[in-house]
């Protein structure tokens, strides 16, 4: 456990110190040991064990069965195949809104599992959890937008913000968080213009998803960015591989080399 807590990464700070000298920030999600490791050889500045991680790996419609055991298995296994990078936690759904001792446990279990930082959503009615663990030495980074945990009183996942005054409220919010002491705050599918305002009118940075180029930083799911699943194509969401393809493609020559009696070849086998 304290090994965990000792792992030598980029830190909250670097993420300030990234906006005060106008340097774009990249992060990406992961769930696994094996990513992780290839993400440690890459320069992203950050990871995300995201509670996408419900939907990415298990099959959920929503990020609403992520729990704190699952969330804390997960940045266990991030963490152990890239201890040098900078590693977020995602606290799950209600997590942080059964009071600040609930709120503690479940931040300790994953900060204990090697996360650097832990990433909550919205921040009415939390507000004294998100300033009772910024002064326990946790790096908070907020989340605003289209808030995943709330999708069933949205009625699906759907774009926020639009309008003088839902925009006023998000931007409100951010400001809030920025006052509670969070490091950095999550933009998701918002307009680009209200992402554009609220990244200036913050000191902390802003990382969109969805909320257009002039936020600080941008953050994606891997498996979208790796083109993993053509059915989910989100107007935000860019391939950057055919990871599809390619692994269907991987797959095919493997077991067609099989029927074929190809594989294993003799320098494959023990003689
Ligand atoms: O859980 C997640 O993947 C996230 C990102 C979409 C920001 O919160």
């Known amino acids: 456990m304290l090994d965990n807590l000792l792992q030598p990464a980029a830190s909250a700070n670097d993420f300030l110190y990234a906006k005060a000298a106008a340097r774009r920030l990249s992060m990406v ?3 696994d040991y094996s990513f992780a490791r290839l993400l440690s050889e890459t320069a992203i500045d950050g990871i995300l064990v995201g509670d996408s991680v419900a939907m990415v790996m298990y099959g959920h419609p929503s990020t609403l069965s992520a729990t704190v055991d699952l969330m804390r298995l997960h940045t266990e296994a991030v963490s152990r195949g890239a201890p040098g990078k900078f ?5 799950p759904f209600l997590s942080y809104r059964k009071g600040i001792p609930a709120a503690l446990d479940a931040a300790q279990a994953l900060m204990s599992a090697g996360a650097h930082a832990l990433k909550l959503e ?3 009615g939390h ?3 998100i ?5 326990s030495g946790i790096p908070v980074m907020g989340h605003l937008g289209l808030q995943p945990q709330s999708v069933r009183s949205y009625g699906g996942f759907k774009i926020q913000g639009r ?6 409220e998000i931007l409100r919010q951010a400001l809030a968080l920025e006052e509670l002491g969070a490091f950095a705050v999550v933009l998701e599918c918002i307009p680009a213009p209200l992402a554009r305002e609220a990244t200036s ?3 902390i940075p802003t990382i969109g998803i969805g909320a257009g180029a002039a936020c600080d930083g941008q953050i994606l799911v891997l498996q979208d960015l790796l083109g993993m699943n053509p059915d989910f194509r989100p107007r935000f969401v860019r391939s950057f591989w055919d990871g599809a393809g390619s692994i269907h493609d991987a797959i095919s020559r493997y077991d ?15 003689q």
Do not use: H, N
């Open 163 to 168: 309008g003088e005054e839902a925009g006023r």
């Open 87 to 91: 590693l977020v936690a995602d606290l």
């Open 256 to 270: 067609a080399a099989i029927k074929s009696g190809a594989f294993p070849a003799g320098e494959e086998s023990y």
């Open 29 to 31: 999600t992961c769930y």
């Open 131 to 135: 300033r009772r663990m910024t002064e």
């Open 122 to 124: 919205g921040v009415d």
């Open 201 to 203: 009118a913050l000191r």
């Open 127 to 129: 507000e004294d959890v």
